[in-house]
């Protein structure tokens, strides 16, 4: 994964995703509805309110919408500081005018939760500490100091302090609730949401891995024969011109020079797996083709491919998805990089089933987040053994959640458990004793057709 990838999944917030547009318009929309309430409350239920005062905080509120729309372009991303400053205005602004409106005796008072649950959506941590803050500063001072509402005989409109107490009340908590509330399911959104981008890009390398090779296997098989021209005529060359040692000499050359072609062509066809009559491959080979780059790392893996009893003795023909080689291949990563000595790939299959395990002597998954896995970004503090023993180990639980997801893609269910009770020591735990990944297919899902399986065909006629 690139430096820049991984730059974009360490990205705390998305506050400079937010246009000033958007907030903006919410802002038109509270200066709207903050006219119409001045106006049934004056109007229809004649009470006497400051509307000099008032309407001067409501067009404080439209001369900031007005200086924002003029000075700032259209397509105006805010960042951090811009965000919490107009979210801050917005905060002052409605405190302002519940402050001549008769405090937390207005109804309206509940509004104030609106600024603080947005700066919990996109804003970071601090931010969204100090707009909360404030906020709970201006419910308590708003509780205790206001302009009271006043009917039209001049009595006062006022709930008993039990009530007002209650709402003071209601309204803390409620700030406190919904920011957690919205923080922690913005959070979930934006980490399935790099995850998810994570899985795309490795499925799009493994493509491209695949579509390379499938491009190395046609250029190797469509120049063997000129090659092989090439060799002959040069051969009949140098028995033609033995008299003439300048002129063999340099028919010798062009065979020397087409064998090396063909080698290297040779072994680049090695690379190229994606030819038409290889899209389909033994379950074996696409098992072993997955676990490739970890048989060099110091393990011993030990392959186990049998059909279940009473099956069919001949291995299944299964599709060589990209999603299907790069999903085992994590699940192979992963136990490789956590066993002691030894790594165990099982692959059965019967009439309907083909199931894979994977296994380790490892230490296992820890139980307290086992139900967890396959969640991305999974951190979790390291003691110092791991970090004695893995120094430069992240565990992030971005492979598996990788590997879950692009294997169920594919039509798998999977299970994570572990091979022995970690209270077992000594002869008592089975040599299996580390973590286990069980995945299984409907044998139709990922068996090749008979569709896949269409001839080559003549090869065509070179044109000279």
Known sequence: MSDASIGLFEQERGSDWIRLRTLILLRWSAILGQIIAINVAQR???????????????????????????????????????????????????????????????????????????????????????????????????????????????????????FLFGFWVALVIGLIFLAVYARRVTNEMQTMSKALLATQMALAREQKLTDLGGVVAATA??????????????????????????????????????????????????????????????????????????????????????PVGGGETKQPIIIRRPEIIHGIRNLVQNAVDFSKDKVWIEAHWSDDRVSLIIADDGPGYPFHVIGRLGDPFMRRRKNPPDLAERPGYEGMGLGLFIAKTLLERSGAALEFTNGTDPFLIGREAPEKKGAIVEVHWKRDQIEAKEALKKPLGLNKQIEI
């Open 221 to 306: 098989h469509e120049l063997g024969t000129p090659l092989a021209t090439i060799k002959l005529v040069s051969a009949e060359l140098m028995d033609e011109l033995g008299d003439s040692e300048h002129l063999r000499e340099d028919a010798k050359l062009i065979r020397d020079q087409a064998d090396r072609c063909r080698d290297i062509l040779r072994s680049m066809g090695r690379a190229g797996k994606d030819d038409l009559h290889l899209r389909s491959a033994p379950l074996s080979t696409v098992i072993r083709e997955a676990a490739e780059p970890h048989l060099e790392r110091g393990k011993n893996i030990n392959f186990e491919i049998s």
């Open 44 to 162: 229809l239920y004649n009470l006497q309110l400051e509307l000099s005062l008032c309407y001067l905080v409501v067009g404080a509120s439209i001369l900031a919408n007005l200086i924002s729309i003029f000075v700032f372009p259209e397509n105006k991303r805010l960042s951090e500081t811009e965000a919490m400053s107009m979210i801050l205005f917005d905060i002052c602004q409605l405190s302002a005018l519940l402050y001549l409106t008769g405090g937390l005796h207005n109804p309206f008072a509940v509004l104030i939760l609106a600024p603080v649950t947005i700066s919990a959506a996109v804003l970071n941590l601090r931010s969204t500490f100090f707009l909360g803050a404030v906020a709970l500063a201006a419910v308590t001072v708003l509780a205790i100091f206001h302009i009271p509402l006043r009917t039209e005989d001049g009595s006062i409109l006022r709930i008993p302090d039990i």
